[in-house]
């Protein structure tokens, strides 16, 4: 075990994808978790998984839907007293819908995808920052995309708010340097997860297509880059992780094999 052990990290949208393999990652760390997204019965089994595994490692699972400001606010309140000090915060819950274009794109959909990417990750942060402030520690990594450096025809809403993490978690290294609370953005390349089923709205041809021709990452390899950055010495913050798989130059440039 190294310098993650019995550290607390609490992981949004924890029940799939990157969020699972984040979770699997600092388990093997020896860290406690608190896991959270809107299926509370995947995380329950996903906890399961894990304590089979690492059967020492202390896990609490909380239904949250971060779009909700008073839902995160009580699931943070009444944490239990062992994962009160939050060591690790990754917002990483998010998601997408549709390739429409800025003209066509739904009013309902723009809101779903800036009140879970854009609000979310703000209604996290600002509670679990004030506790971090007032213990000069922690770890802030918010999960952003590829897509949040470079905009693609038919993902403009998605883009934008990507964007938007890229631009608060710049903001917010700025407004912590005089702290010892660390800030860092990953931003993943295609991962194949539920990502593309959500966006298509579960049709698995048209999402499989996304990864058609080459090897896609997946939530383990973006965790651990995350696992990485939470577990350097104190005086080492790693600002930017850009993560891609072989073949892929851009959000839109991918070479793939016939």
């Known amino acids: 075990m190294g310098r993650l052990e019995g550290k607390v990290v609490f992981i ?15 388990a093997a760390e020896g860290s406690k978790l608190v896991l959270t997204a809107r299926r ?3 995380l329950n089994e996903l906890k399961e998984i894990i304590l089979r595994e690492y059967p020492q490692v202390k896990i609490h699972t909380a239904k949250l839907d971060v779009s909700d400001k008073a839902n995160v606010d009580e699931v943070i309140s009444s944490l239990p007293q062992e994962f009160k000090d939050i060591d690790v915060l990754i ?17 309902e959909n723009i809101d779903v995808m800036y009140n ?22 922690g770890h802030i990594i918010n999960v952003s995309s590829i897509s949040g450096r470079e905009a693609y025809a038919g993902g403009g809403v998605y883009c934008s708010t990507k964007f938007a993490v890229e631009a608060l978690t710049r903001t917010l290294r700025i407004e912590l340097m005089s ?14 997860t539920e990502f593309s089923m959500v966006r298509f709205k579960g049709n698995k041809e048209r999402a499989d297509q996304v990864y058609k021709g ?15 950055a939470a577990s350097r010495p104190g005086h080492v913050e790693v600002a930017d992780i850009l993560i891609v798989p072989k073949g892929q130059a851009g959000a839109s440039n991918i070479y793939r094999k016939e």
């Not at 949004?12 to 979770?23: L, P, Q, Y």
């Not at 990750?121 to 004030?130: D, K, N, W």
């Not at 080459?214 to 990485?228: C, N, R, W, Y």
């Open 214 to 228: 080459f090897t896609p990452l997946d939530g383990d390899d973006i965790a651990e880059g995350i696992v990485f």
């Open 40 to 42: 509370l019965e995947r």
């Open 91 to 107: 917002n990483n819950a998010g998601l997408v819908i549709g390739l429409d274009t800025i003209q066509d794109v739904a009013p």
């Open 179 to 192: 702290t010892n609370i660390k800030v860092t953005c990953m931003a993943p390349g295609l991962v194949e």
């Open 116 to 137: 879970t990417n854009v609000k979310g990750l703000l209604y996290c942060t600002q509670a679990v920052l004030p506790r971090m402030k007032e213990r000069n520690a």
């Open 12 to 26: 949004t949208g924890a029940s799939a994808g990157i969020g699972a393999g984040c979770a699997r990652s600092f």
